[in-house]
C-alpha cells in the first residue's frame, strides 16, 4: 500500500516537474512570431574570417587548416568597404523584412565585440570595429528585425574539444561546463547590447547530438533576457522545448531533397526554410550556380504556400561588399515583390495543400492561386474551399477569371488567361 502511495506521489510530482518545466511563451513571443509569419522573406548573411579564402565557410574543416593557422586571417581581415547602411538597404530593396547574420560560425570567430574571447573582429582584426553593432544600430533605424546566427558547434576552442569522444553527455576531453557558460555569456552580451535583436538562430546541434547541450538553460537565459526573442534551432530534428520556430534547411518543409530533414517532422510552430543564393553560404570565389530570378520567386512562393518564411543566404565578400550578380538578381526579385507583395506578405499557407500547378495563400477572405506550372487542361481546380466564392480575377490586371464552384471545390478556366512567365496569380474573394 505504502510503495502504491509512494508512486503515485512519484508520478504526480513527475507530472507537475514536466508541467513545470516545460515552455509557455508570453503573449509578446506569440505576437512575435505572428509578425514573424507576416514578414515571409529575410536574408540570411553568412560573413566571417573564412570570406578572406573565397572557400565557404568550412574551409578550415575541408582544407585541414589547423586552427592556430586558420586564426591568422584574423589580421588580415578589414572589410574597409562594409556600410552598414548599404546592407541593410539592400535587404529592404530586395523586399526582405529581416536579416539573419553569423555572429559566430564553427570556425569560433565572434563577429561582434565580446567580453569572453579574444578571437573576435573587434580585438583580433585591424578593422576594429563591430559591424554587428553597426548592422543593429541600422536595422533599428531602417526599420528591419535582426537575428543572429549562432553555431553551438566549434571546431577550435580547447573547452568543446572537438573530436573528443562523449560519454555521460560530456566529451571526455575539454571543459564542457565552461563551453556551456561561454556560450551563455556571448548570448547575453548579443541579446542586451545589440537593438533591434529578435531572434537567435542555433545551428551545429547535429556534430554532437549524444552530449547535453543544455538547452533548457540556454533557452531559459534568452527568454529570462527577452521573452519575446524567437529561438529556432538548426538541429533537424522534430522541435524541442522552449523553441519558438522550426526551420528547415535547403529543403521546404515536408520535402527531405538534401538529407537534412529525415528526423524533422513538420510541428505547430511558424516555419522557416533556407537556401543559398548560389550553391554556398560563405564566399566561395569560384561558385557560378547563380540561381535564376524565377527560381528566388519561385521558392519563395512555395514556401509562403507551405505557410513557411523563406530566408535567402548571400555570402558577402571579405571587402564588405556584396557581389554584383547578388544584387542583381536580388533587384528584379524586389521589383517582384514591389508588385507581388501584397500576395505574399501577411498571408498563410496550407488552407489548400500544394497542387501539382503551384500553391495558395490566404489573407482575411482572400485566395491567391499562384500558378507556377500552368496545367495542360484548361483549368485548374482548387479542393476542398469551404465557403462561398464570389468574384475570381487575374491579380495582375483585375480582369475577371471565369469559374464554376462545385461541393468537392472550385474549378478556375485559364484558357483565356495570359499566363506569367513566372507566376501568374489568381484571386479568389470569398465570402
Ligand atoms: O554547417 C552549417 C553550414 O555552414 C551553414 O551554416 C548551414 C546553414 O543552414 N547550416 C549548417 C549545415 O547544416
Not at 53 to 72: A, C, F, Q, T
Not at 107 to 127: E, L, Q, R, W
Not at 305 to 333: C, H, S, Y
Request: net charge neutral.
Amino acid at each position: 500500500m505504502i510503495k502504491k502511495f509512494t508512486l503515485i506521489v512519484l508520478l504526480l510530482y513527475g507530472f507537475s516537474a514536466n508541467a513545470q518545466s516545460a515552455y509557455t511563451p508570453t503573449a509578446d513571443n506569440l505576437a512575435a512570431r505572428e509578425n514573424f509569419q507576416d514578414m515571409k522573406f529575410g536574408l540570411f548573411i553568412h560573413w566571417g574570417i573564412y570570406s578572406i579564402l573565397g572557400d565557404g565557410e568550412w574551409v578550415m574543416h575541408n582544407e585541414k587548416i589547423p586552427y592556430d593557422s586558420y586564426k591568422r586571417l584574423a589580421d588580415f581581415f578589414n572589410p574597409q568597404a562594409f556600410d552598414a547602411k548599404e546592407w541593410v538597404a539592400f535587404a529592404k530593396r530586395a523586399g526582405m523584412k529581416y536579416i539573419t547574420i553569423t555572429a559566430r560560425h564553427h570556425d569560433g570567430f565572434s563577429m561582434f565585440g565580446t567580453k569572453f574571447s579574444s578571437y573576435n573582429i573587434v580585438d583580433a582584426t585591424p578593422y576594429h570595429r563591430d559591424p554587428l553593432m553597426e548592422l543593429a544600430q541600422e536595422c533599428q533605424k531602417q526599420g528591419i528585425e535582426l537575428h543572429f546566427y549562432y553555431s553551438l558547434l566549434d571546431w577550435g576552442r580547447p573547452d568543446y574539444a572537438f573530436g573528443s569522444p562523449i560519454v555521460n553527455g560530456k566529451p571526455t576531453q575539454g571543459d564542457w561546463d565552461n563551453y556551456i557558460k561561454f556560450m551563455k555569456d556571448q548570448l547575453t552580451e548579443l541579446i542586451t547590447k545589440y537593438p533591434a535583436v529578435k531572434g537567435i538562430w542555433f545551428d551545429g546541434y547535429w556534430e554532437r547530438t549524444d552530449v547535453n547541450w543544455h538547452l533548457d538553460e540556454i533557452y531559459g537565459l534568452i527568454h529570462k533576457l527577452n521573452p519575446s526573442i524567437l529561438i529556432g534551432n538548426n538541429h533537424h530534428e522534430a522541435v524541442k522545448d522552449g523553441e519558438d520556430f522550426q526551420m528547415f534547411e535547403k529543403d521546404l518543409p515536408g520535402n527531405n531533397s538534401t538529407g537534412f530533414s529525415a528526423k524533422s517532422k513538420i510541428g505547430a510552430l511558424p516555419l522557416e526554410t533556407c537556401e543559398t543564393i548560389n550553391y554556398s553560404w560563405g564566399f566561395n570565389i569560384n561558385d557560378r550556380n547563380y540561381k535564376s530570378t524565377k527560381q528566388i520567386i519561385n521558392y519563395l512562393v512555395n514556401a509562403a504556400g507551405r505557410n513557411a518564411n523563406f530566408l535567402l543566404n548571400i555570402g558577402p565578400m571579405p571587402n564588405g561588399k556584396i557581389q554584383p550578380e547578388f544584387a542583381d538578381t536580388l533587384a528584379i526579385v524586389g521589383n517582384w515583390m514591389q508588385k507581388n507583395g501584397e500576395t505574399i506578405y501577411g498571408t498563410r499557407g496550407n488552407f489548400i495543400a500544394a497542387q501539382p500547378w503551384g500553391v495558395v495563400t490566404y489573407k482575411n477572405k482572400t485566395l491567391y492561386a499562384h500558378v507556377l506550372n500552368m496545367p495542360k487542361q484548361p483549368y485548374l481546380f482548387l479542393p476542398e474551399v469551404k465557403g462561398k466564392i464570389t468574384k475570381v480575377t487575374l491579380f495582375a490586371d483585375g480582369s475577371n477569371v471565369k469559374f464554376k464552384q462545385q461541393p468537392e471545390g472550385v474549378f478556375i478556366y485559364t484558357d483565356s488567361l495570359k499566363p506569367d512567365a513566372v507566376d501568374t496569380i489568381i484571386q479568389l474573394t470569398i465570402n
